[in-house]
């Protein structure tokens, strides 16, 4: 055997797979197309907003209070500041669907959250324009992931326990037979006990047949823009965002380059035939939706994005991750399909992950099992 156990994909689950992997002592190797951080799949665009008050279902909250532990633990381990503990807001109308499951999910879980009026935003953060009767909620708990950089320091630190790392090296074919899974590259095969396939938009090859029609990848589109004041959008006073206005659901972070704001979803996630050659570019259409966007709900950021980016992430139809053991040999975890929502609980779930290759844990997060009912 080469190894006990191969990670498919070196990013946002794979790396923390292979730290949690490495870290209880298997001996694992990860393979990576590219190579740790890379900005072409879901790790990409600097930051990653991180949330514990959740709209999308309190089943989600015990991972994230998990993930939260986890991200503040690698940043001890690898010496990076990955985790800012800057708080989160979300604005939206208090009949809105997002407001009010949020409200109650963190009520049901235990989740301390603050309701702002507008007049309350208005004076502690005056960033934002709010829309007639609009409102917003903070959670304390928030705050923001350097997300390449997380990437990266995971794949150190497992390193640094033993793992190894095949960069740019992209996986052809994952062969599970009753002995031993088969890991063919351009160069050589592979033999290991276990495989983990953590590929994110690349992942559908190697998944079961029954979700070849289920996940698809898309492409994400983020801006930076230049504020009047950058103060006003430093850690210590900008919460991460999130924002539900009519059909909109726009995200943004604090600066980390002390010179522009990220905001992204001024345009919607949108299928593309293939994360290897889709357009990273924006149109001018796409630009000019933008500028709109911008200038309607913030008070002080130029319109004009200073630059513009796009990245990748694997989608499900019911838009929750695939997560458990797939296949008559049982010697494949899938953990991929983040849904534009991953990288936040990537820690919790690149941790059951490992407990399913070490303790043989089928399903280790039931909602996420491969086996469960999903629309086709």
Not at 63 to 86: I, M, N, T, Y
Not at 116 to 127: C, H, I, N, T
Not at 150 to 157: C, G, Q, R, S, T
Not at 242 to 267: C, E, S
Request: glycine share 10%; hydrophobic share 45%.
């Amino acid at each position: 055997m080469d190894a006990d156990v191969a990670v498919v994909g070196v990013g946002s689950i794979g790396s923390l797979v292979m730290w949690e992997l490495a870290g209880r002592g298997v001996d694992v190797i990860g393979f990576e197309q590219h190579a740790p951080g890379h900005d072409r799949g879901a790790a990409g665009g600097e930051t990653r907003l991180f949330r514990v008050a959740y709209s999308d279902g309190a089943a989600y909250i015990p991972l994230l209070r998990r993930s939260r532990e986890a991200w503040l633990r690698l940043c001890e381990e690898s010496g990076h500041r990955l985790f800012e503990p800057c708080g989160g807001l979300t604005i939206g109308s208090p009949q809105q669907r997002q407001i009010l499951d949020l409200q109650a999910n963190a009520a049901a879980e235990g989740v301390p959250v603050e309701v702002l009026s507008a007049g309350e935003m208005a004076e502690r953060y005056p960033q934002h324009r709010l829309l007639d009767g609009e409102i917003g909620v903070f959670d304390a708990a928030a705050g923001m992931v350097r997300c390449d950089l997380a990437v990266l320091a995971a794949a150190e630190v497992a390193r640094a326990r033993g793992a190894q790392v095949v960069a740019r090296s992209p996986v052809v074919t994952v062969r599970p037979g009753r002995d031993a899974v088969h890991i063919d590259t351009a160069d050589r095969t592979w033999r290991v006990r276990q495989v983990v396939i953590a590929a994110g938009s690349w992942s559908a090859g190697f998944l079961p047949a029954q979700w070849a029609s289920r996940v698809e990848p898309r492409r994400i589109a983020l801006g930076w823009y230049a504020p009047e004041a950058v103060a006003q959008y430093r850690p210590e006073v900008y919460p991460v965002v999130i924002r539900v206005t009519h059909d909109l659901f726009l995200y943004g972070a604090p600066t980390v380059d002390g010179a522009t704001v990220k905001v992204g979803g001024t345009q919607q996630a949108r299928a593309i035939p293939d994360p290897d050659s889709f357009d990273r570019r924006h149109s001018r259409e796409e630009t000019e939706v933008a500028r709109e966007v911008i200038s309607e709900f913030f008070t002080s950021l130029r319109p004009e994005p200073l630059r513009m980016d796009a990245f990748t992430d694997l989608y499900t139809t019911d838009e929750r991750p695939v997560l458990g053991r797939v296949g008559d040999e049982g010697r494949v975890v899938v953990a991929t399909g983040g849904s534009g929502r991953g990288f936040k609980m990537a820690p919790a779930l690149a941790a059951a992950a490992a407990e399913a290759v070490v303790d043989g844990t089928d399903a280790p997060i039931p909602f996420m099992s491969p086996t469960r009912s999903a629309p086709a």
